[in-house]
């Protein structure tokens, strides 16, 4: 116990520690890297260039910081190393709607919430119920929205999904008053980690709420 | 009843019992009704949920208890939020047409689906409602950046490389040639062809002079620069004196000369 | 290639783990971490932390992160350490006056620029006359330089000037109110690979080239 603790100890709140936490020469053979840089540089390129933006970094920009023409697949490849190299920190990279970015893991929040006790505030269910129609539906106007959801749907909940990013008016429907089509945005998948708007959870089989046979009139 | 609960309205009827009491995740004290509803995100909510937790039929629903109560709620909310009140009143009607078309008798319409349920369209409204309720949730439950996660970014340091403009002559020139331009048009000011080298020998002047102390007027000259210059700075010196711009002294007759600057003058 | 990898697989490929680039157990026994969490771990919440921090974290800060109470030689320990992990990386832990932070290496900022490349800056029209009239009318107050261009001169004209070191202060002239005698400096001549300020392009020379154009209109 009061030895230096190895790197085998597990514990459950951490993510285990693996060996391979360091930015390794890849396991591809590029032998385009005539000298100037080699993979294993090129990587650390990679790495610095991601752990500044903050905005994920889609491949074609990727590509713009090495001295040689590298194709998707081959980028792909450094970028997957690299997210391996990453396992077992507190951080990841990760691969999201707009490109590759790194951030903390969820379980490093508790700690991280100590230095930033404010979080952004919850939003209301009226405000998600809207933005789930139209992140399942898209694209909806406000009417379709409301149809739903049964209740009209202020302009203020609109506007703080607007303001936040996570959607935007992609056109107007082509009927009397030409009302505004809402889609969720790249901002959204990005927000939520995801890739696509596939990887949304997958909507529930609503059973029934009454049987056909029962409809007998009293 | 009591008459405390003679006061309540019931939110429903479940087969002829009145449901006061909302379970306890929606427990408000009964003068807050307008507060219960506010917890429902409409009148497809309240419905799903007496539905969905107290079992309730719609076909059961006695329809003059359900229009009462629906009047009660409209009467409470009329006040101050008529557009819920609106939805709610809407959601009524809907029901009470349901519920009498189902007392019709049966005229068998067969249409292509098959037989019609007057209840159909609401009951797909009702589900189509609680598949979004139920998505809302998931997606709220997702970790969210900066809610759930923290987004990496280290600092690059620009100043590092602080790129600065870069100026040619021929930016200058262009400058000039503005202020010429300028100047050509409105006449007031004329722009002299200055004689730059003693301009920039009264500017060299100055700057030895800057310490504000007595500067011997011999060590305004360098012997190494050649008669043009020497007399350029001579000139310069004259020209500075002129503009009140520095102060030369001799004590006394063939005495050295010294020089400073007039602000020197003016802090003493 | 395309599955993830397990963290447990070897790979022949990769060179032995270089040691200074993971992030290791201390060298430090800090056997306070009883159980909850070793040091280890304790040093990707910090890694973690400071990596998501946008601001530098002082010590103060980081010590809220750990379980248990550590005093400050411990934790500076524990961050020459993570500053030590970091080294040969694209991006390393720096110590600031205000606490400490992650920061890319200076040599990174060649390839960073290319992500965002910045067109070179301008001085505006307003910066290059105020330029232009000090050094062709030197000694020159604010106030000649305003009767020549017409307009007033923002005090950050003159700031910028004298930030770029191509202007400075020379004295004063002896009228009301004392203004400041501006003058242009050697690195001005320097910077724009001149000898002295007689290279300037005669000003002759430049009404000339306002002559063919004027001269109808006249």
Known sequence: MSEPIAPSTTNDDLPAPVAENEVCASSISIDLFDGKMDTRGFKLVLEAALLTSSEPLPASELKKLCDVSLDNAQLEILLEELAQDWQGRGVELTRVASGWRFRAKPQMQIYLDRLNPQKPPRYSR?????????????PVTRGDIEEIRGVAVSAQILKTLEARGWIDVIGTRDVPGKPELFASTKQLLDDLNLRSLAELPPLQEISALLEPETATVN | MSDNQLQLIPYARIHGEPVLELPLDLYIPPDALELVLENFQG?????????????????????????????????????????????????AAV???????????????????????????????????????????????????ERDF??????????????????????????????????????????????????????????????????????????????PKLVVTFIAVLELAKEFLVEIQQTETFGSIYVRTNRAINDE
């Open chain 1, 126 to 138: 009226a405000v998600m119920e809207t933005l789930a129609i139209i992140a399942y539906h898209q």
């Open chain 2, 150 to 227: 923290e987004i990496v970014q280290v600092l690059i340091e620009n100043t590092v490389q602080e790129r600065l403009p870069q100026v040619s002559v021929d930016d200058l020139k262009q400058a000039w040639l503005g202020l010429l331009t300028r100047a050509k048009l409105n006449k007031h000011h004329t722009i002299r062809r200055e004689q730059l080298s003693v301009r920039e020998q009264m500017t060299h002047v100055l700057r030895c002079l800057k310490t504000g102390e007595y500067v011997a007027f011999e060590n305004l000259f360098d012997l190494d620069d050649g008669l």
């Open chain 2, 95 to 145: 029901l009470i047409e349901i519920k009498s078309r189902m007392l019709l008798p049966k005229v068998t319409k067969v249409s292509e689906d098959g037989i019609e349920d007057p209840r159909a369209e609401l009951m797909r409204r009702l589900m189509e409602y609680e598949q979004m309720k139920l998505a809302a949730q998931a997606l709220n439950e997702m970790p969210q950046a």
């Open chain 2, 43 to 91: 009148p497809l909510d309240l419905l799903l949920y007496l539905i969905r937790k107290h079992n309730l039929d719609v076909l059961d629903i006695p329809m003059a208890e359900l229009t009462r109560q629906y009047m009660g709620y409209i009467e409470l909310m009329e006040s101050n939020r008529m557009e819920l009140a609106a939805e709610y009143l809407l959601m």
